[in-house]
């Protein structure tokens, strides 16, 4: 009995100092099937409707989300579109256009950083600063928060959880790579093979040459439009699931 009381404090003891150690650190951490007291990050909404969710991440880009705005309007799909605070500053009148025709803005953070090398209360102030430029230029605030790269981490956690931003990531299958302009009919394909109602599909509008990413994004709505999908805001894509 008492060897076995020892070596239960032992793993006790190990396992908080793991527990203390990443959340110093800030590493990321597995969440699939686990909350660790937090909400779970959004990857996909259950419902048997033929609905998708498109999300963009890294703009505004004065060329690049303008381009998308186009097709988005040409298929009548709405998007949801993860800015970064300080891009929003820079392409004002973009933000503008994209509240002005329907379509969802997400928290991005504010200067796009790498989420291992931020403390909690320094995402925090990202996360602060990016909610208040959206709203002074729509007059809402953003409801999701993506951080960069989709990396899990307890700073993030504990950052989204304090600002009251659900997370929301993407469909495990439905990251179309675009960033690194594999072609456009490789993004085409990846996207449209394995398609599924509820999904989330991963695209950037940045600074970068997103030429492959606007081809791509006509030819999917095009096809999954044909076999009867519909593309909606992350906001109704949940609201989906909730009834």
């Given at each position: 009995m008492f060897t076995n009381k020892?070596?239960?404090?032992?793993?006790?003891?190990?396992?908080?100092?793991?527990?203390l150690f990443c959340t110093a650190s800030g590493s990321s951490i597995p969440t699939a099937g686990r909350t660790y007291g937090h909400a779970e990050p959004l990857y996909h909404v259950n419902t048997k409707k033929k609905l998708i969710a498109l999300t963009f991440d890294d703009g505004p880009h004065p060329v690049y989300t303008r381009r998308v705005l186009k097709i988005l309007d040409k298929h009548k799909a709405k998007a949801t579109f993860f800015v970064v605070g300080e891009r929003a500053k820079w392409y004002a009148p973009v933000i503008r256009q994209i509240h002005r025709r329907g379509h969802?803005?997400?928290?991005?953070?504010?200067?796009?950083?790498?989420?291992?090398?931020?403390?909690?209360?320094?995402?925090?102030?990202?996360?602060?600063?990016?909610?208040?430029?959206?709203?002074?230029?729509?007059?809402?605030?953003?409801?999701?928060?993506?951080?960069?790269?989709?990396?899990?981490?307890?700073?993030?956690?504990?950052?989204?959880?304090?600002?009251?931003?659900?997370?929301?990531?993407?469909?495990?299958h439905q990251d179309s790579r675009d960033w690194t302009h594999p072609g456009t009919a490789y993004i085409v394909s990846k996207v449209t093979s394995g398609a599924r109602p509820g999904d989330i599909v991963l695209f950037h509008d940045s600074g970068l040459d997103q030429s492959q990413t606007i081809e791509a994004v006509d030819k999917v709505l095009t096809i999954l439009s044909k076999q009867g999908y519909r593309f909606v805001t992350l906001s109704q894509l949940l609201h989906e699931q909730k009834k």
């Open positions: 020892r070596y239960l404090l032992l793993f006790v003891t190990v396992f908080c100092f793991v527990l969802e803005i997400g928290n991005h953070t504010f200067t796009h950083p790498h989420m291992k090398h931020i403390t909690a209360e320094q995402l925090q102030e990202e996360i602060r600063k990016t909610d208040q430029i959206v709203h002074s230029l729509t007059g809402t605030y953003p409801r999701f928060f993506r951080p960069p790269g989709g990396e899990i981490t307890y700073a993030v956690l504990r950052s989204s959880e304090r600002q009251k931003h659900p997370i929301a990531i993407w469909s495990y």
